[in-house]
């Protein structure tokens, strides 16, 4: 690693730990690690910065692992991270686990493509979502987001997120009027 690059990533992370906020920089590093050929290299700040900076190294992480789903996944998906994530007053997203089986009956599917969807992003160096990968997934599995950062930092959920409070808002305008 570098020095400018050390030095950058201090001083992100203490900014980010001020704000209370945990940096999800290795993220970032495995991104970039995997983007080159080299099975072995020196991390560089110019490297980073083809990520768009630490900022976006999480966002960029997990936008890989959607879109390497289908269609009919990315949908499933969608409800998947949309079910796990709550706007609370304030219009701040929280986690909040959902079991395996209500996500299958919200996409109206069965538990097992819920499940291949599932896998994708909690595989060994991915880790998106709690349960650890290996333990075995059943309809009665509680699934959560593994940190409040992948809420933050992924652009996708947030634009899911607010789509889906837009949605509610008007609901209960119609409701009232009704």
Known sequence: ????LAFRLRRRSRAA????????GYAGVVTLRSSLTLPRFPVLLPGLESLDGLSRCLDTYVEEA???LGAEPQRI??????????RTNGARDTRRPVRLGEIAALARVDPV???????TFRR???SFLMLPAGTPLT???????THEA????WRRLQQWTENEAKQAKLYQRLAAAA
């Open 77 to 86: 998906a969608e409800i998947l991270f949309c079910g796990l994530t709550e």
């Open 1 to 4: 690693m570098s020095h400018g």
């Open 124 to 126: 060994p160096g991915r």
């Open 66 to 68: 959607y879109v390497s």
């Open 139 to 145: 309809p009665d599995s509680l699934l959560d987001i």
């Open 17 to 24: 730990l001020r704000r209370n906020a945990r940096p999800y």
């Open 150 to 153: 992948l809420i933050r930092q």
């Open 113 to 119: 493509p819920v499940i291949a969807v599932v896998e």
